[in-house]
């Protein structure tokens, strides 16, 4: 197993960052970042609205918490994120029926048509990053990142 430790007699600044995943992995998603919204620029959504607009697509209706948690924001963020796609008629809250102090959140019809114009954009780049990899490669690279993911989360 590789260790990303200086070897003995060496100063640590001789790692090379390249070779770290978590310095590969920044730089993979900043460049994913730039790409998608290049292509999103005419959605005029931002990375995050295109998260809420994605996750809620696949749960349906959400709280604000759960949101925070499958779009990957704060709280603040993302109730600046969901004021902003409220007002553009994307999203509705409602009470919850259950706790009233609980607000859902869920697609309006326009919310659903900006779902159909952005998700084949995410599926595209998607593919797109893993275009050379073999259906085992890409099998193998996702199960790589799940491990990755679910080691950070036993920290």
Do not use: W
């Not at 259950?98 to 779902?115: C, F, P, V, Y």
């Amino acid at each position: 197993m590789r260790s990303y430790k200086a070897e003995p007699g060496k100063k640590s600044h001789a790692v090379e960052l390249e070779t770290l995943p978590s310095f590969l992995l920044n730089h993979i998603v900043h460049k994913y970042h730039q790409v998608l919204q290049s292509k999103l620029r005419s959605s005029d959504i931002s990375m995050l609205q295109m998260r809420v607009i994605l996750t809620l697509h696949s749960h349906d209706r959400l709280t604000v918490g759960e949101l925070c948690n499958f779009a990957i924001a704060e709280q603040p963020t993302m109730s600046r994120a969901l004021d902003s796609l409220e007002l553009r008629g994307l999203v509705r809250r409602e009470m919850s029926e259950s706790d009233s102090r609980l607000r859902l959140i869920s697609l309006t019809e326009k919310g659903l048509a900006m779902h159909d114009e952005i998700r084949p954009v995410v599926l595209g780049l998607n593919d797109a990053m893993v275009a050379d990899f073999g259906e085992e490669q890409r099998a193998t690279f996702t199960r790589q990142l799940s491990a990755v993911l679910v080691n950070l989360g036993r920290m």
